[in-house]
Each structure stands twice: as structure tokens, then as C-alpha cells.
């Protein structure tokens, strides 16, 4: 008796320390003042040219990096799960947060507020042209409370799940057509080399105006003259992307200067806004004739969005036409790639699509996850701060852009096994296994962003892609002759030429 007491007491005093030493802890960190911004760990800045000393070779503390992702490594490695760095040429103070527990605490406290900085040449290009936008900003560069009025009401037009009861067919139509394309071309080597961007640019373009001006724009015809829409619309998207890399990443004064890549990327705004303009009007007549009596559901996102207000109408279609071509387009070659070097995922996929269609796409879907795992359209996911926070006992006053490495992160084995290889059972493997994609912390693979701000066009992209990718893998075999494919970054993933993709008919 006198022993178990003698236990019990033992015990008692124990949890009192535990608990004392606890609330030690506590107040501790409740009277500890923060510390200041400036002591996060991170590279040295100096006035105008920020931290880009550091990136000279030999003298540079962390000399030059070919991509994003040593650059990550290096840092992480260097200063450790935080990491400070200044912006050059005005560009305000960044973040990296290489703990998903650390930046999810920031994007939650922030989601609705929701800054996303970025696209500085639009937002000002869009200010100039107050007479056409009438001072309408879209979802990609509006902010606050301006960004949430505007996205509230584009929201169920583009989320809904009956898009594919309304796309379906069309988009299945576009898919057999692009399929025959390649089919028709896949001798054509040297062209395909040069040129699959341009193929698969098509596609997309021509699967997003179908959503968001309401037609078929003729991109996957044999010859396509100048000055048909559709060529104008991917030349203009080309040169968008092209010149907000020079003008948004590299050094450039084009806030002071119209510079000859500022008159550039204005005059392809302008094409983009008179194609799109065209094109909505045409939409809103053919609705005029057809008249509006229809269930709400067999609506389409044009119909929808023209009946909020034209204006949104067509500045939705706008965005929608910047956001979504190159991006799918990025991704279905990403995904053919991989499945291209792992000829037994396509095996496995094309008995899949092959099977009863009763069965679903549950494998393609964990194949394009696996895809989508591998490289992010945007390597990084980014916030700027709307109040202070304390993260790992710093300050992040407001005005800081928060960034999540998410890329980076999900190709880390201690959240994804055998991280460089490419595994789609891992999507569907169950608790037990431990390739089980549910072990990673669930903010570490973020393709579509995160929370209220994510991507508004992620349900149509993924029907485009399942449409498409199970039309061509059962029709083609995919290969690749050739070395690996090269991801390089200028404000999206990129990939660079040449491709070494070889197709045949699939028996
Ligand atoms: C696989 C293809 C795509 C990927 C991986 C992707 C990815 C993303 C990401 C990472 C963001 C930023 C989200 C955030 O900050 O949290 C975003 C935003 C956006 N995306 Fe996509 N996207 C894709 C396709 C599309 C398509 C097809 C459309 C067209 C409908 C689209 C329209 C948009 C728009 C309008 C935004 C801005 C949303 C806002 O700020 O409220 N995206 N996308």
C-alpha cells in the first residue's frame, strides 16, 4: 500500500513539474518579445541592387543558379527553415518559409484578405486603359476587397461541378481532333521537335476560348492564315509571356521608361482585349437570338458571366485566355513526358481508359497528380502579409511577401518517398503503405494554390486535360528518344527545347 502510494506520489510530483515546466515554457514565450525582421537569417542587401551580389560567380556568397530549385536548396541548406532576402529595384522584402506548418499559419491567417502581388506590368497597364476597363480590375490583379467583390461573383460560374456535363462533348470533340492532328504529323520529326510547344498551345487555346468566348476558334486547322484570330491570340500570348519575364523578373526600368518590351507586351494586351471584346459580343448576340430560357444548369460560363455584366464578361474571358494557355499546355507535355519514360504507367493507363468506362479515370487522375507533384506551373506559392506576424519567434511586419517553396518541398523525401521517381499508386495507395500520399503534410503539394484565392479555372483545366490525355493515349504510344526534359523558370515553368517525343499508333 505504502509503495503504491509511494508510486502515486512519485507520479503526482512528476506531472506538477511537467505541467510547471510547461507553463514555464509558456509565459516564456508569451513575455519574450519577438524578434526583430532584420535578425531572420538570410542574404545581405544593399540599396537598389537588393541581394543580387549574392548571385555573382566567385565573389557571390551564393554565386550564380541555374534555376529556382538550387536556389531553394542552397538557402534552405545555408540559413535553415527561414530565410530573409531584400527585393532589388524596388521590389519590396520576401520570406521563404521552408516549414509547411510555418507558412500555413501565414495563408490561413491571411486568406481573406488574400494580397497575391505579381503581374505589375498588367495592373499598370490595366490602370492606364481606365477608359476600356473602366477601372475593372480582374481576379489576377485586383486585390483586397475589390479582388473578393469580383471573384464572389465569378465563383459559381466557374467552380460548378456540371462543367463537364456542359463541356464534355465539345471538349471531346477538340481532343479527337488534335489527336488526329498528331497522328498526321507524328513522322514529321524535326517539326515535333521544334514545335510541340506550338501544338500543344493550340489545344489549350482552342479548349479555353470554347469556355470562355463560347466557340471554336480554329486553332487545329492545317494552315492557319496571319491574320486569323486564333493565330493572332497565340502570337500575342507569346510575346505576353515572353516580355513579362524580361519586364517582371529581369531588371528593367519600364516603370520609368516605355521600353521597346513595355511597347511590346502593350501591344499584345491589345490584341488579346480586341479578340476577346469580339468575340463576347458575337456570344451575346447569338444568346440574344437563341433567348434565355433555359435551366440555370444547362447554362454556359458565358451565358453566366453575361449576366452578372458584360464588362465582367468579358474581362473574365480575358484572364481566363491568360491563365489558362500556357498552364494546361505546360502540363498535358509534363504529364506525356512522364509517361513517355515510364512506359508501364502508360501501359497501365491505356488498360484504363480501354476498360469499362463504367470504371472512372481513377488511375489518370493519380497520374496527373503525380504530374502535377513533379513541377508545379508555379514553383512557388506567394502572399503578401496585410498585418504582422510571429513565425519561429520572428516579427514578418505587413507589407512581406510570404513565400511557400511548394515545388521544392514535394520533391523531398521526407514527404514523399522515393521522391524523383515517378509514382501514381501513391495517390491511390492505402494508410498502410508508406509511398501513402496522405504521410506529407497536405500543404506541401499545392499545384492550384491555396484556400479562397486558388486557381479559378483548376476544374476546367483538369477536364481539358483527362479529355484530351485519354483520347491520345488510346489512340498513340508515347516515347521519349532522348535526354532528360529541361524545366527552366521565368515566372512559370517552362520547358525548354528541343523535345525528343516520339509517337506511334498504340495497338
Ligand atoms: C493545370 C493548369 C493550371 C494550373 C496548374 C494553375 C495554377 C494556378 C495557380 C498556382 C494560381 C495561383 C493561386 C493562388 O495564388 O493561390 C492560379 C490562379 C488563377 N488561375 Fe490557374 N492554373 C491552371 C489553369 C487555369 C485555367 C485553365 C484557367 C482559366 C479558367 C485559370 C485561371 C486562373 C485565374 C483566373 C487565377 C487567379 C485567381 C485569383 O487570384 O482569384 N487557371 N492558377
Redesign the pocket.
Not at 499545384?447 to 484556400?451: D, V
Given at each position: 500500500m505504502s509503495r503504491k502510494f509511494g508510486c502515486n506520489k512519485v507520479f503526482t510530483v512528476q506531472v506538477q513539474c511537467v505541467l510547471q515546466c510547461a507553463f514555464r515554457k509558456l509565459s516564456a514565450a508569451a513575455s519574450v518579445p519577438p524578434k526583430p525582421f532584420s535578425s531572420i537569417p538570410g542574404l545581405k542587401s544593399f540599396p537598389i541592387i537588393g541581394p543580387l551580389h549574392n548571385f555573382l560567380p566567385f565573389i557571390g556568397e551564393i554565386g550564380p543558379k541555374g534555376n529556382i530549385f538550387d536556389l531553394l536548396d542552397t538557402l534552405r541548406v545555408k540559413y535553415g527553415p527561414i530565410v530573409k532576402m531584400n527585393g532589388a529595384f524596388a521590389r519590396g522584402p520576401m520570406v521563404v518559409l521552408f516549414e509547411p506548418e510555418d507558412y500555413e499559419q501565414v495563408y490561413r491567417a491571411e486568406d481573406l484578405t488574400s494580397l497575391?502581388p505579381g503581374f505589375a506590368v498588367l495592373t499598370y497597364y490595366r490602370e492606364q486603359q481606365k477608359s476600356t476597363f473602366e477601372g475593372m480590375n480582374?481576379?489576377?490583379t485586383a486585390q483586397g476587397k475589390e479582388?473578393r467583390d469580383f471573384?464572389m461573383k465569378v465563383n459559381p460560374a466557374?467552380l460548378k461541378p456540371k462543367l463537364v456535363k456542359l463541356y464534355g462533348p465539345a471538349l471531346d470533340e477538340i481532343a479527337v481532333e488534335m489527336t488526329q492532328r498528331l497522328s498526321r504529323i507524328k513522322n514529321d520529326e524535326e517539326y515535333l521537335k521544334w514545335n510541340f510547344d506550338t501544338e500543344m498551345t493550340k489545344f489549350s487555346l482552342e479548349s479555353?476560348a470554347l469556355?470562355?468566348l463560347g466557340t471554336r476558334l480554329g486553332c487545329l486547322q492545317d494552315s492557319i492564315p496571319a491574320d486569323h484570330p486564333a493565330k493572332k491570340m497565340m502570337d500575342s500570348t507569346k510575346v505576353i509571356f515572353e516580355m513579362s519575364y524580361k519586364l517582371e523578373i529581369l531588371p528593367s526600368p519600364w516603370r520609368y521608361i516605355s521600353t521597346p518590351s513595355y511597347k511590346k507586351i502593350t501591344n499584345a494586351y491589345d490584341s488579346h482585349w480586341k479578340i476577346s471584346t469580339n468575340y463576347i459580343k458575337h456570344a451575346q448576340k447569338a444568346l440574344q437570338e437563341r433567348g434565355h430560357d433555359i435551366p440555370d444548369e444547362d447554362k454556359s460560363v458565358i451565358e453566366k458571366l453575361l449576366a452578372i455584366d458584360e464588362k465582367v464578361a468579358v474581362v473574365m474571358a480575358n484572364?481566363?485566355l491568360f491563365?489558362?494557355i500556357d498552364?494546361?499546355a505546360f502540363?498535358t507535355t509534363n504529364l506525356l513526358y512522364h509517361l513517355a519514360i515510364n512506359p508501364k504507367v502508360q501501359d497501365k493507363l491505356r488498360a484504363e481508359i480501354r476498360s469499362d468506362p463504367e470504371s472512372g479515370s481513377k488511375y489518370f487522375r493519380a497520374c496527373l497528380k503525380e504530374a502535377?507533384r513533379f513541377y508545379?506551373?508555379?514553383p512557388a506559392?506567394?502572399r503578401r502579409t496585410s498585418k504582422p506576424h510571429v513565425v519561429r519567434g520572428y516579427e514578418i511586419p505587413e507589407g512581406v511577401d510570404v513565400i511557400a517553396p511548394n515545388e521544392y518541398l514535394s520533391r523531398m523525401e521526407k514527404y514523399y518517398p522515393r521522391p524523383n521517381e515517378f509514382i501514381p499508386e501513391r495517390w491511390i495507395a492505402d494508410k498502410s503503405d508508406p509511398l501513402y500520399y496522405g504521410n506529407a503534410h497536405p500543404m506541401v503539394t499545392l499545384?492550384?494554390?491555396?484556400?479562397l484565392?486558388?486557381?479559378?479555372?483548376?476544374r476546367?483545366?483538369q477536364l481539358?486535360?483527362e479529355i484530351f490525355v485519354t483520347r491520345f493515349i488510346n489512340e498513340l504510344k508515347v516515347s521519349w528518344d532522348g535526354p532528360p526534359l529541361k524545366v527552366v523558370n521565368k515566372l512559370t515553368n517552362t520547358i525548354k527545347k528541343p523535345y525528343y517525343f516520339k509517337f506511334e499508333d498504340a495497338k
Open positions: 497575391r480582374g481576379t489576377i479582388w471573384r466557374l479555353i469556355v470562355a484572364e481566363m491563365a489558362g498552364t494546361v502540363v502535377l508545379h506551373v508555379v506559392n506567394l499545384p492550384f494554390g491555396f484556400g484565392r486558388s486557381c479559378l479555372g483548376r476546367i483545366a481539358e486535360m
